[in-house]
């Protein structure tokens, strides 16, 4: 047997890997390593203009991990999905086997978050329009959302104490079109979130049947919940993960 991936979370906008401090335990009792990342854009002191901070931040936790020869699941939520699927290119296991070295990314695991192909950025995905929810600064260059309970919490228990844990996010990140969808030759599954208000379900499934037809090997499981199932049925998501990593559970 083969030595378990390290998983390694990438949040979403406003959000830090804490927010994954409820599944992280679940996955270290069967075994797992894992890693969080922080966001460049996430609380910047002067907003960031585009997402490739975001990425280098991403990819300063996946090198040393490939270093040694270890495999990775990505565990990408919301935007995270943007800036986790461009992080991937030069890191994919495949990619890494065909010039003879070990480890790598071996699956992406999409909780609710945006699959994009490229020459899209998350405003295009948007089709151009700032979502009703996004309450902007003076300078229009930094985002805070209005309905955090509604939006990303609205089947989480106590969601006030998730609601503190916010910070503004760079608006700039969400006008970088992705150049590397890893999810084209990386396989990954999707986890769909019925409850989701931040992307809704119908546009969860069109990411989905949009990679599919692209011809991304990427499985669907569904859970009936909102866009932060890693605080509402944190048992659930662990074990979607561990599927994603392998295991039979």
Not at 48 to 58: E, G, S, Y
Not at 88 to 104: C, D, N, P, T, Y
Request: proline content about 7%; aromatic content about 8%.
């Amino acid at each position: 047997m083969s030595s378990k991936p390290v998983i390694v979370f990438v949040p979403g906008a406003w959000h830090s890997p804490d927010g994954f401090h409820l599944v992280v335990p679940e996955l270290q009792a069967a075994g797992y390593e894992t890693r969080g990342v922080t966001l460049a854009s996430v609380g910047a002191s002067t907003p960031l203009k585009d997402f490739q901070p975001d990425v280098k931040a991403i990819q300063d936790v996946l090198k040393p991990l490939v270093d040694e020869g270890k495999d990775i699941v990505l565990v990408v939520h919301s935007y995270g999905g943007v800036i986790g699927n461009e992080a991937v290119q030069g890191f994919a296991k495949s990619e890494r086997e065909k010039e003879g070295k070990k480890g790598g990314v071996s699956h992406i695991y999409f909780c609710c978050a945006f699959a994009l192909p490229e020459g899209v950025s998350l405003m295009d995905a948007l089709n151009g329009k700032d979502l009703p929810w996004w309450q902007f600064n003076d300078a229009r260059d930094s985002v805070t959302p209005a309905t955090p309970i509604e939006t990303f919490y609205n089947d989480v228990k106590e969601p006030e104490k998730y609601v503190k844990m916010l910070q503004p996010h760079s608006y700039g990140t969400f006008h970088s079109k992705a150049t590397h969808p890893a999810w084209k030759h990386v396989p990954s599954t999707y986890l769909v979130c019925e409850k989701d208000e931040a992307i809704p379900l119908h546009a969860q499934k069109g990411m989905i049947e949009g990679a599919q037809k692209a011809g991304a090997d990427m499985k669907v499981e569904t859970v009936d919940a909102s866009h932060s199932p890693f605080l509402s049925i944190p048992e659930e998501v662990a074990q979607s993960i561990r599927r994603a990593a392998g295991e039979s559970v």
